[in-house]
C-alpha cells in the first residue's frame, strides 16, 4: 500500500500520507468506503449481459463535478460504508453468486492499491468475472498501471478536450490536460476493442456525454477520436444529461442536434459502439441511501452488502 503514503493516483498529486488519515482533494484515508453494490442492468449490453452488471459504487472522487448524478457520494462529506480489503474480496465474490459474468468498479481510482488487492485474494478464492474499470478518465499513468494487469474493459469516460467545459463541468481544468495523457497510455497498452463468443466487451469503451450548449467541445471530441481511437476503441456516446438538481437551467438537446450528431459519426465513420436514444426519459439520478438506489427493474442489490450495512 506505499501508493498511499505519497498519494499520486490522480493527476492532482496530492502527496498526503493517506496511511496516517491525511486527506487529499478525493477526501479519503487508506481505508476503503463503498456505497452501493449489487446488479445494474442500465450499463451498454454486451455489460450488462442478461442478469446485470455486478457493480461495486466507490465513495469520494478525485473530481467534483457541479453537476455529477452521483455526487451524493462522490462529495467530499459523501455517503459510504467503511470496509476492510477481505469484506472487498468477498463481496465480489457475493456478486459472481448472483450470477453477474462482470465485475464492475465504479470510480475507485482513489482506491487502486485496495482494489488490487482484493482482487487478487478474490482470484484466490475462485473469482473468474470479467472486470470492468469504470472510471472518469481522471487517474495518473502510474495509478492505471498498478490496476491494468487485472482489467478486461476500460469503461473510460472522455469528458471533453476543452478547457473551459472542463472547468464548468468537470470541476478542475487539470481534466481536461490530464485526458490526453491517459488515453495514450491505453493506447499503448491495450489491443483491439472486440466482443467475445460469450457477447462480453473486451478492450476499452470511451464514454462520452454531450453537455447542454456545448455541441462543438462534443465535436471535438469524436473528431479526437476518429483520429486516433476509432481504431481500437468503442466508443458510446450519451446524449441524456441531468441536472442533479432538478432543475431546468440547463437545456435539453434538440432533436436537430441529436440529428447533427448522428450526421457527424456517419462523416467520421465511427461504426463501433453505441449510441443513447434522445427519446430515453428514464432518471438515473440514484439515491444510495436506500437498498435498490436505481429505477425499479434496473437493480438488485447484493445480499451480503446489506448484511455489511447492518452491522
Given at each position: 500500500?506505499?501508493?498511499?503514503?505519497?498519494?499520486?493516483?490522480?493527476?492532482?498529486?496530492?502527496?498526503?500520507?493517506?496511511?496516517?488519515g491525511?486527506r487529499g482533494?478525493?477526501?479519503?484515508?487508506?481505508?476503503v468506503?463503498?456505497?452501493w453494490a449489487?446488479?445494474?442492468?442500465?450499463?451498454?449490453p454486451?455489460?450488462?449481459?442478461?442478469?446485470g452488471?455486478?457493480?461495486i459504487?466507490?465513495?469520494?472522487?478525485?473530481?467534483?463535478?457541479?453537476?455529477?448524478?452521483?455526487?451524493?457520494?462522490?462529495?467530499?462529506?459523501?455517503?459510504?460504508?467503511?470496509?476492510?480489503l477481505?469484506e472487498?474480496?468477498t463481496?465480489?465474490?457475493?456478486?459472481?453468486?448472483m450470477?453477474t459474468?462482470?465485475?464492475n468498479?465504479?470510480?475507485?481510482?482513489?482506491?487502486?492499491p485496495s482494489?488490487v488487492?482484493?482482487?487478487?485474494?478474490?482470484?484466490?478464492?475462485?473469482?473468474?468475472?470479467?472486470?470492468?474499470?469504470?472510471?472518469s478518465g481522471?487517474?495518473?499513468?502510474?495509478g492505471l498501471?498498478l490496476?491494468?494487469?487485472?482489467?478486461?474493459?476500460?469503461?473510460?469516460?472522455l469528458?471533453?478536450?476543452?478547457?473551459?467545459?472542463?472547468?464548468?463541468?468537470c470541476?478542475?481544468?487539470?481534466?481536461?490536460?490530464s485526458?490526453?495523457?491517459?488515453?495514450?497510455?491505453?493506447?499503448?497498452?491495450?489491443r483491439?476493442?472486440f466482443?467475445?463468443?460469450?457477447?462480453?466487451?473486451?478492450?476499452?469503451?470511451?464514454?462520452?456525454?454531450?453537455?447542454?450548449?456545448?455541441?462543438?467541445?462534443?465535436?471535438?471530441?469524436?473528431?479526437?477520436?476518429?483520429?486516433?481511437?476509432?481504431?481500437?476503441?468503442h466508443?458510446?456516446?450519451?446524449v441524456?444529461?441531468?441536472?442533479?438538481?432538478?432543475?431546468?437551467?440547463?437545456?435539453?438537446v434538440?432533436?436537430?442536434?441529436?440529428?447533427?450528431?448522428l450526421?457527424?459519426?456517419?462523416?467520421l465513420k465511427?461504426?463501433?459502439?453505441f449510441?443513447?436514444?434522445?427519446?430515453?426519459?428514464?432518471?438515473?439520478i440514484?439515491?444510495?441511501?436506500k437498498?435498490?438506489?436505481?429505477?425499479?427493474?434496473?437493480?438488485?442489490?447484493?445480499?451480503?452488502?446489506l448484511?455489511l450495512?447492518?452491522?
Open positions: 500500500m506505499d501508493s498511499y503514503e505519497a498519494c499520486t493516483l490522480c493527476p492532482h498529486r496530492c502527496l498526503v500520507n493517506r496511511v496516517k491525511e482533494v478525493c477526501n479519503e484515508s487508506a481505508t468506503r463503498i456505497a449489487g446488479l445494474h442492468r442500465g450499463e451498454e454486451p455489460i450488462s449481459g442478461e442478469a452488471s455486478g457493480m459504487f466507490f465513495s469520494g472522487c478525485p473530481l467534483h463535478c457541479a453537476t455529477c448524478q452521483n455526487r451524493q457520494i462522490s462529495a467530499r462529506d459523501g455517503y459510504g460504508l467503511e470496509i476492510g477481505e472487498l474480496s463481496l465480489m465474490l457475493a456478486l459472481q453468486e450470477e459474468k462482470t465485475l468498479l465504479v470510480t475507485g481510482t482513489h482506491f487502486i482494489i488487492e482484493a482482487l487478487i485474494g478474490a482470484k484466490k478464492r475462485g473469482l473468474n468475472l470479467d472486470v470492468v474499470w469504470n472510471s481522471f487517474e495518473s499513468v502510474e498501471s490496476v491494468d494487469p487485472y482489467v478486461d474493459l476500460y469503461l473510460i469516460d469528458k471533453t478536450l476543452d478547457e473551459g467545459v472542463a472547468r464548468r463541468f470541476g478542475t481544468v487539470r481534466y481536461q490536460r485526458i490526453r495523457t491517459v488515453f495514450d497510455h491505453l493506447i499503448q497498452k491495450r483491439n476493442t466482443i467475445d463468443d460469450d457477447g462480453l466487451l473486451k478492450g476499452v469503451l470511451v464514454r462520452h456525454l454531450l453537455f447542454p450548449g456545448e455541441f462543438k467541445a462534443t465535436e471535438e471530441v469524436l473528431r479526437y477520436f476518429a483520429d486516433h481511437l476509432k481504431e481500437s476503441m466508443l458510446s456516446l450519451m441524456q444529461f441531468e441536472d442533479p438538481e432538478g432543475t431546468d437551467r440547463f437545456p435539453k434538440s432533436q436537430e442536434e441529436y440529428d447533427r450528431l450526421e457527424l459519426l456517419e462523416e465511427i461504426e463501433n459502439g449510441v443513447q436514444e434522445i427519446e430515453d426519459s428514464i432518471s438515473w440514484p439515491d444510495f441511501t437498498d435498490e438506489p436505481f429505477p425499479p427493474t434496473f437493480s438488485e442489490v447484493c445480499p451480503y452488502f448484511e450495512r447492518r452491522l
